[in-house]
């Protein structure tokens, strides 16, 4: 008789679903999505209508999952096993993904001057682990850039944030390309507590359509925790 030794056996996830499918959506934020047909499972080719319906004072900011895009409404054709999600946002928010629901999407971390550190997404609170700070608060910052500015209007920028220990940052809003000109931003003081803190601009320079939020987070140790981070448009002068 012949004999034979197994190594190791290796199993493969079979991602070929076949008919029928299913679809899962979940809306995220103040929002809700309407599904046409509701079914508990769909066969190849069928059609379904998504209708991404905002809250009061809410707007629809686009898709995630298996389609990605600001469609609205959305028409799918079932092909294979579907999840997706619709985010929602106060109006006239700036920002994109400003509660970071979708993870780190659209936020940078940049390290200079020789300073270490790491970003990851906890729950909806965005954690910057600084291991090494800089010489500078700008060693560290965290960015959201291609932000649009128009003359004439006044915008509410306010976030909330805690540190491991008491630490000051500099925040705020500015032009994201040299000389990188602060519009407007200022120290503030965070604590081990959870905190939220905002300022107010108005934009008197002309329109600028690139210009970045940012946080200076260096200099000083600890760590930082950001949630909630939102520019609101208010009124014009």
């Not at 929002?31 to 047909?37: A, L, Q």
Request: hydrophobic share 35%.
């Amino acid at each position: 008789p012949q004999h034979m030794e197994i190594d190791y056996v290796r199993v493969y996830e079979n991602v070929n679903y076949q008919p029928p499918y299913s679809l899962e959506v979940r809306s995220l934020g103040e929002g809700e999505i309407e599904i046409s047909p509701i079914q508990s499972t769909y066969e190849e080719g069928e059609t379904v209508n998504l209708l991404a319906l905002p809250g009061k004072g809410y707007m629809f900011t686009g898709w995630a999952g298996s389609f990605s895009g600001d469609e609205n409404p959305l028409i799918i054709q079932m092909n294979r096993n579907m999840k997706l999600m619709g985010y929602f946002a106060r109006e006239g928010e700036l920002l994109r993904n400003p509660d970071f629901r979708r993870g780190g999407k659209n936020w940078f971390l940049n390290q200079f001057n020789g300073a270490k550190a790491t970003m990851k997404i906890e729950g909806q609170m965005c954690h910057i682990n600084i291991s090494d700070p800089g010489p500078d608060t700008w060693s560290v910052q965290l960015n959201q850039t291609a932000l649009s500015l128009k003359q004439g209007y006044t915008y509410k920028f306010t976030f909330s944030a805690f540190s491991t220990k008491p630490k000051r940052i500099y925040a705020g809003l500015a032009m994201a390309y040299e000389p990188y000109t602060p519009y407007s931003a200022r120290i503030f003081s965070l604590s081990e507590k959870i905190e939220t803190y905002s300022l107010t601009y108005k934009m008197k320079d002309p329109g600028d359509d690139k210009v970045r939020a940012f946080f200076d987070i260096g200099k000083h140790k600890g760590d930082v925790f950001i949630d909630s981070v939102s520019i609101i448009e208010i009124e014009p002068l």
